[in-house]
C-alpha cells in the first residue's frame, strides 16, 4: 500500500457515505421551491396590484414595467435576505457553454458611515458586467467592454444558499452594448415565439380561439459519472478534460450489464439524494434516477418544463451536481466520453408542443378532428427534421460529442426520425391513397374527416435512433451530456416554426379560396408525408448498412463537428435562423466562430495535456520498468547462457518497442498541437486540430496503453480504469 495510487484506491472504498444536509422540511412538497421566489412568495408579500401586474409580465414573458421594479425589487431583497442572502447577482448564458456570475452585496454606504441594505428595481432589471472577456465571435473588439444583462422574468429568481451566506440568483439575458446576443437566453426565447406565432396560425385554422401561446416543453434526461475524488486526483486528464485521454481498458467493463438499473451504491445514493433536495427547494422538478449502462454511470431526469425554464434548470442542475459531488467525495463527470470502450453520456432532450390551456400538440387526440390537428403538427415536425437537419445537427457539436455520436452507443451524426411502424403505416395509408392497417390495433382510413381514434402507445422506443416519437412527444438523444440543451431546443424550434409557416401558408390560401379545411388538409397531408418519408427510419442506427441507405436517400452525414460547423453559414442553414429573426446575420457568424475555436481549443488542451501526461506520468514508469527487464535479460543470460534468454528478451524488446514508438509520438503530438495553434482563421484551426492532433493522440495512445499492461503494477502512477469505474 505505498504508492499513491494504491492509497488512493485504499481510501477510495473505504470512504463511508456522506450524510446528506439536513432538509428544512421531510415533506417534498414543502420543500419544493422553497428557494424560489416564485407566484405563491409573490403573492404573499407583493400589493395586489403590483402582483397581478408581474403575474403578467411572467406569463407573456414581457420585460417587467419600471414602475413595479422598485417594489418588486425591495420584496425580493427583503425576501432574500430573510433566506440568509448577503449578495445578488445577474445570472447568465454566455457563449463559453457554462453560466456565469458576478456578485454584488446587497450592501449601500449610509450617511453616518454606516451601511444600509439596498436593492432597487434598476438592479434587478439590468445590469452591466465586464463582458469583455467572453466569447463574442468577432461581434466587438476585447476593449469594447460593454455587455448587459436583462432580467428574464419568465423564470423565477432564486436563491443559492452557502454556510457563509445566500446569493439571490437572478436569470438574465446577455447582449452587447449593440444590442446583439451574446448568450442562448436570447436566441432561444426568439424561437419559442417564433414557434408559437405559427403554431397559432394552424390553431386557428382548426377553430381554436382559446388559446394565447404555444410553447415547446423539455425534459432533458442527463447522464453523468461519478469517479471518487481520492483516484481523480491523479488523473490531470479527467480534473482539465473531464475525460481520461489514456487507460487501458478494465478487465471487467459493461459486459455483463449488471450495473443497468441495478442497486444504487450507498454513497451515490446519498449524493443523490443531497442533489435533488436542493434542486426540489430550487424548484426543479427532478424525478427519476438510476444506474446506467456503464459502470461508475447514472442518470437524473426532471419532468417536462417550459423550454427556457428546463434549459435554466438544467444548467443549474449539473452546476449542483459538480458542486455536491465534492462534498460527497466525488468527481462529477458530465463529459460525453470519458472512458474508451464503455458507453458515454448522453442528455437526450424530450421535446413537446402544447398551447396555453395545456393541451399537447403532438399527442394524438380521441377525436378525428384532433387526429387531423396531430397528423399536421406530426408533418411540420418531419419536415422540419428533413427540410433542416443541418441546423439541428449543429444543436449538437462539440469535441466531446464527437467520441460519442456514432459510435455504436448514441446515435449516428445522421438526423432520421423514428415513428414506429403503426404510425408509419398510418402515414404510408394517407401517402398511397389507401386505409392502412396497422400491426395492432391502431387503423386509420384516408381523410381526415374519417379518421377513427389512434391508440395512445403509437410506437415501441427505439434507442439507435437520433429523433425518436414516443408517443406524444420526440425524444432528440443526439445532444452530449456536457452539453446545455439551448442549442438544440433553438434549432429545433426555429425549423419547426419555417415548417409550420410554410404549412400555415398553403392552408390559409386554400381556405381563402373557399376550400373547406379538411379537403385543404387531403390535399395537402399526403403530398406532405410522401415529401418527408425519407426522414423516417424505423430500422437499426447502429448497422453498418445504414449511413449507405441514408446517403441514398440524401440525408446528410456530417460526422464530425467541423464538417457540421463549415456548413452554418450555407444560404439554407442560415435561413432557419433568419427567417423568424431568430439570429441575425452577425450573431450566426459568431457562433460559428465561437463553436469552431471552442473545437480547435478543446482538442489542443487535450493534446498538450496528453504529452505532458505521457512525459511524466507513462514515460517514467516504463522506462524503470524496462530497466528492469533489461537487468532480467542479463541476469539470465548469466544462468543460463546467451540463447537462454529468449523470454526475457521479448518482454525487454516488446517494452522497449513500445517505448521507442511512445517517445517519437510525443514528439510528433507537441509539434501537432504547435501547427494547429498557429493556423490561422478558425475553420482552419479546427480542421488542423481534427486531422493533425487527433491521429497523433490516438497513435500515443496506443503504446501508453500497451504499457500499462506490460508495467510492474506498483510502478504505475495513474489510477486504472478498473478503479476509476469501479470504487463507489
Ligand atoms: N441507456 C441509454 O439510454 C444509453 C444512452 C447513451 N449513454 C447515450 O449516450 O446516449
Same mark, same amino acid.
Given at each position: 500500500?505505498?504508492?499513491?495510487?494504491?492509497?488512493?484506491?485504499?481510501?477510495?472504498?473505504?470512504?463511508?457515505?456522506?450524510?446528506?444536509?439536513? #432538509?428544512?422540511?421531510?415533506?417534498?412538497?414543502?420543500?419544493?421551491?422553497?428557494?424560489?421566489?416564485?407566484? @405563491?412568495?409573490?403573492? #404573499?408579500?407583493?400589493?395586489?396590484?403590483?402582483?397581478? #401586474?408581474?403575474?403578467?409580465?411572467?406569463?407573456?414573458?414581457?420585460?417587467?414595467?419600471?414602475?413595479?421594479?422598485?417594489?418588486?425589487?425591495?420584496?425580493?431583497?427583503?425576501?432574500?435576505?430573510?433566506?440568509?442572502?448577503?449578495?445578488?447577482?445577474?445570472?447568465?448564458?454566455?457563449?463559453?457553454?457554462?453560466?456565469?456570475? #458576478?456578485?454584488?452585496?446587497?450592501?449601500?454606504?449610509?450617511?453616518?458611515?454606516?451601511?444600509?441594505?439596498?436593492?432597487?428595481?434598476?438592479?434587478?432589471?439590468?445590469?452591466?458586467?465586464?463582458?469583455?472577456?467572453?466569447? @463574442?465571435?468577432?461581434?466587438? @473588439?476585447?476593449?469594447?467592454?460593454?455587455?448587459?444583462?436583462?432580467?428574464?422574468?419568465?423564470?423565477?429568481?432564486?436563491?443559492?444558499?452557502?454556510?457563509?451566506?445566500?446569493?439571490?440568483?437572478?436569470?438574465?439575458?446577455?447582449?452587447?452594448?449593440?444590442?446583439?446576443?451574446?448568450?442562448?437566453?436570447?436566441?432561444?426565447?426568439?424561437?419559442?415565439?417564433?414557434?408559437?406565432?405559427?403554431?397559432?396560425?394552424?390553431?386557428?385554422?382548426?377553430?381554436?380561439?382559446?388559446?394565447?401561446?404555444?410553447?415547446?416543453?423539455?425534459?432533458?434526461?442527463?447522464?453523468?459519472?461519478?469517479?471518487?475524488?481520492?483516484?481523480?486526483?491523479?488523473?490531470?486528464?479527467?480534473?482539465?478534460?473531464?475525460?481520461?485521454?489514456?487507460?487501458?481498458?478494465?478487465?471487467?467493463?459493461?459486459?455483463?450489464?449488471?450495473?443497468?438499473?441495478?442497486?444504487?451504491?450507498?454513497?451515490?445514493?446519498?449524493?443523490?439524494?443531497?442533489?435533488?433536495?436542493?434542486?426540489?427547494?430550487?424548484?426543479?422538478?427532478?424525478?427519476?434516477?438510476?444506474?446506467?449502462?456503464?459502470?461508475?454511470?447514472?442518470?437524473?431526469?426532471?419532468?417536462?418544463?417550459?423550454?427556457?425554464?428546463?434549459?435554466?434548470?438544467?444548467?443549474?442542475?449539473?452546476?449542483?451536481?459538480?458542486?455536491?459531488?465534492?462534498?460527497?467525495?466525488?468527481?462529477?463527470?458530465?463529459?460525453?466520453?470519458?472512458?474508451?470502450?464503455?458507453?458515454?453520456?448522453?442528455?437526450?432532450?424530450?421535446?413537446?408542443?402544447?398551447?396555453?390551456?395545456?393541451?399537447?400538440?403532438?399527442?394524438?387526440?380521441?377525436?378525428?378532428?384532433?387526429?387531423?390537428?396531430?397528423?399536421?403538427?406530426?408533418?411540420?415536425?418531419?419536415?422540419?427534421?428533413?427540410?433542416?437537419?443541418?441546423?439541428?445537427?449543429?444543436?449538437?457539436?462539440?469535441?466531446?460529442?464527437?467520441?460519442?455520436?456514432?459510435?455504436?452507443?448514441?446515435?449516428?451524426?445522421?438526423?432520421?426520425?423514428?415513428?414506429?411502424?403503426?404510425?408509419?403505416?398510418?402515414?404510408?395509408?394517407?401517402?398511397?391513397?389507401?386505409?392502412?392497417?396497422?400491426?395492432?390495433?391502431?387503423?386509420?382510413?384516408?381523410?381526415?374527416?374519417?379518421?377513427?381514434?389512434?391508440?395512445?402507445?403509437?410506437?415501441?422506443?427505439?434507442?439507435?435512433?437520433?429523433?425518436?416519437?414516443?408517443?406524444?412527444?420526440?425524444?432528440?438523444?443526439?445532444?452530449?451530456?456536457?452539453?446545455?440543451?439551448?442549442?438544440?431546443?433553438?434549432?429545433?424550434? $426555429?425549423?419547426?416554426?419555417?415548417?409550420?409557416?410554410?404549412?400555415?401558408?398553403?392552408?390559409?390560401?386554400?381556405?381563402?379560396?373557399?376550400?373547406?379545411?379538411?379537403?385543404?388538409?387531403?390535399?395537402?397531408?399526403?403530398?406532405?408525408?410522401?415529401?418527408?418519408?425519407?426522414?423516417?427510419?424505423?430500422?437499426?442506427?447502429?448497422?453498418? $448498412?445504414?449511413?449507405?441507405?441514408?446517403?441514398?436517400?440524401?440525408?446528410?452525414?456530417?460526422?464530425?463537428?467541423?464538417?457540421?460547423?463549415?456548413?452554418?453559414?450555407?444560404?439554407?442553414?442560415?435561413?432557419?435562423?433568419?427567417?423568424?429573426?431568430?439570429?441575425?446575420?452577425?450573431?450566426?457568424?459568431?457562433?460559428?466562430?465561437?463553436?469552431?475555436?471552442?473545437?480547435?481549443?478543446?482538442?489542443?488542451?487535450?493534446?498538450?495535456?496528453?504529452?505532458?501526461?505521457?512525459?511524466?506520468?507513462?514515460?517514467?514508469?516504463?522506462?524503470?520498468?524496462?530497466?528492469?527487464?533489461?537487468?532480467?535479460?542479463?541476469?539470465?543470460?548469466?544462468?543460463?547462457?546467451?540463447?537462454?534468454?529468449?523470454?526475457?528478451?521479448?518482454?525487454?524488446?516488446?517494452?522497449?518497442?513500445?517505448?521507442?514508438?511512445?517517445?517519437?509520438?510525443?514528439?510528433?503530438?507537441?509539434?501537432?498541437?504547435?501547427?494547429?495553434?498557429?493556423?490561422?482563421?478558425?475553420?482552419?484551426?479546427?480542421?488542423?486540430?481534427?486531422?493533425?492532433?487527433?491521429?497523433?493522440?490516438?497513435?500515443?495512445?496506443?503504446?501508453?496503453?500497451?504499457?500499462?499492461?506490460?508495467?510492474?503494477?506498483?510502478?504505475?502512477?495513474?489510477?486504472?480504469?478498473?478503479?476509476?469505474?469501479?470504487?463507489?
Amino acid at each position: 500500500m505505498s504508492s499513491p495510487r494504491k492509497k488512493a484506491m485504499f481510501k477510495a472504498i473505504n470512504t463511508a457515505p456522506v450524510t446528506p444536509c439536513e #432538509k428544512k422540511t421531510q415533506k417534498t412538497d414543502e420543500l419544493f421551491g422553497c428557494h424560489v421566489f416564485g407566484l @405563491s412568495t409573490m403573492r #404573499k408579500r407583493l400589493p395586489k396590484d403590483v402582483y397581478r #401586474k408581474l403575474a403578467k409580465t411572467i406569463r407573456d414573458g414581457e420585460r417587467l414595467n419600471p414602475e413595479i421594479a422598485d417594489v418588486v425589487a425591495n420584496a425580493m431583497k427583503d425576501w432574500a435576505i430573510e433566506m440568509g442572502a448577503t449578495h445578488y447577482t445577474h445570472w447568465f448564458h454566455p457563449m463559453t457553454g457554462l453560466t456565469a456570475e #458576478k456578485h454584488d452585496a446587497f450592501l449601500s454606504p449610509a450617511a453616518d458611515g454606516q451601511v444600509i441594505s439596498e436593492f432597487s428595481g434598476k438592479m434587478l432589471i439590468s445590469g452591466e458586467p465586464d463582458a469583455s472577456s467572453f466569447p @463574442s465571435g468577432g461581434l466587438r @473588439s476585447t476593449f469594447e467592454a460593454r455587455g448587459y444583462t436583462a432580467w428574464d422574468p419568465s423564470v423565477p429568481v432564486f436563491i443559492i444558499p452557502a454556510s457563509y451566506g445566500a446569493t439571490l440568483h437572478i436569470p438574465t439575458y446577455f447582449y452587447s452594448y449593440s444590442g446583439e446576443a451574446l448568450d442562448r437566453k436570447i436566441p432561444l426565447l426568439r424561437s419559442i415565439a417564433a414557434l408559437s406565432r405559427q403554431a397559432l396560425r394552424i390553431l386557428r385554422l382548426f377553430g381554436n380561439h382559446t388559446a394565447s401561446y404555444v410553447r415547446p416543453n423539455v425534459g432533458p434526461e442527463q447522464e453523468y459519472f461519478l469517479v471518487d475524488k481520492n483516484l481523480a486526483v491523479l488523473r490531470p486528464d479527467l480534473l482539465l478534460a473531464g475525460r481520461t485521454l489514456l487507460g487501458a481498458p478494465s478487465p471487467k467493463g459493461q459486459e455483463m450489464e449488471d450495473h443497468y438499473f441495478g442497486a444504487i451504491p450507498g454513497r451515490v445514493m446519498s449524493f443523490m439524494q443531497d442533489v435533488e433536495n436542493e434542486l426540489w427547494a430550487l424548484g426543479i422538478p427532478a424525478k427519476t434516477r438510476h444506474n446506467e449502462v456503464a459502470p461508475g454511470q447514472f442518470e437524473i431526469a426532471p419532468v417536462f418544463e417550459e423550454a427556457n425554464i428546463a434549459c435554466d434548470h438544467n444548467m443549474l442542475t449539473m452546476n449542483m451536481m459538480r458542486h455536491m459531488a465534492a462534498k460527497h467525495g466525488f468527481v462529477c463527470l458530465l463529459h460525453e466520453k470519458p472512458f474508451d470502450g464503455v458507453n458515454g453520456s448522453g442528455k437526450h432532450n424530450n421535446w413537446s408542443i402544447s398551447d396555453s390551456d395545456g393541451v399537447n400538440l403532438l399527442n394524438p387526440g380521441s377525436t378525428p378532428q384532433d387526429n387531423a390537428q396531430f397528423l399536421v403538427f406530426l408533418a411540420a415536425v418531419l419536415r422540419a427534421v428533413h427540410k433542416h437537419s443541418v441546423a439541428l445537427r449543429l444543436g449538437t457539436v462539440g469535441a466531446g460529442n464527437d467520441h460519442r455520436l456514432g459510435a455504436n452507443e448514441a446515435p449516428p451524426a445522421i438526423l432520421s426520425v423514428y415513428l414506429g411502424e403503426q404510425l408509419t403505416d398510418v402515414l404510408d395509408g394517407i401517402v398511397n391513397g389507401k386505409s392502412a392497417a396497422s400491426k395492432k390495433s391502431g387503423f386509420m382510413e384516408v381523410g381526415v374527416s374519417t379518421l377513427p381514434p389512434l391508440p395512445v402507445d403509437l410506437s415501441d422506443r427505439n434507442r439507435t435512433s437520433p429523433f425518436a416519437f414516443t408517443g406524444n412527444k420526440f425524444e432528440f438523444r443526439a445532444v452530449g451530456s456536457s452539453q446545455s440543451v439551448a442549442p438544440v431546443n433553438i434549432a429545433l424550434n $426555429a425549423a419547426a416554426a419555417c415548417a409550420l409557416d410554410d404549412i400555415a401558408t398553403e392552408l390559409e390560401a386554400s381556405v381563402a379560396g373557399g376550400a373547406d379545411l379538411n379537403s385543404a388538409l387531403q390535399q395537402l397531408l399526403p403530398r406532405l408525408f410522401k415529401e418527408h418519408m425519407p426522414i423516417v427510419f424505423n430500422g437499426n442506427g447502429y448497422a453498418a $448498412a445504414w449511413p449507405e441507405e441514408a446517403a441514398r436517400r440524401g440525408l446528410p452525414n456530417y460526422h464530425n463537428t467541423v464538417d457540421a460547423l463549415a456548413h452554418y453559414t450555407d444560404p439554407e442553414v442560415m435561413n432557419v435562423f433568419l427567417r423568424h429573426g431568430i439570429l441575425t446575420e452577425r450573431e450566426i457568424l459568431s457562433r460559428q466562430e465561437i463553436l469552431l475555436e471552442n473545437y480547435s481549443k478543446a482538442v489542443c488542451i487535450e493534446g498538450h495535456l496528453m504529452a505532458d501526461m505521457l512525459r511524466t506520468s507513462v514515460l517514467p514508469p516504463s522506462l524503470t520498468a524496462q530497466t528492469r527487464a533489461a537487468e532480467a535479460v542479463l541476469k539470465a543470460r548469466a544462468v543460463l547462457g546467451e540463447a537462454g534468454a529468449d523470454s526475457e528478451e521479448a518482454a525487454f524488446t516488446e517494452l522497449r518497442g513500445h517505448i521507442v514508438a511512445l517517445q517519437q509520438g510525443v514528439a510528433a503530438l507537441e509539434k501537432a498541437v504547435a501547427v494547429a495553434q498557429e493556423a490561422q482563421g478558425a475553420l482552419e484551426q479546427a480542421t488542423a486540430a481534427r486531422d493533425t492532433v487527433l491521429p497523433a493522440m490516438k497513435a500515443c495512445r496506443e503504446h501508453a496503453d500497451a504499457l500499462e499492461r506490460l508495467v510492474d503494477d506498483e510502478l504505475w502512477q495513474l489510477p486504472k480504469y478498473a478503479e476509476l469505474l469501479w470504487a463507489h
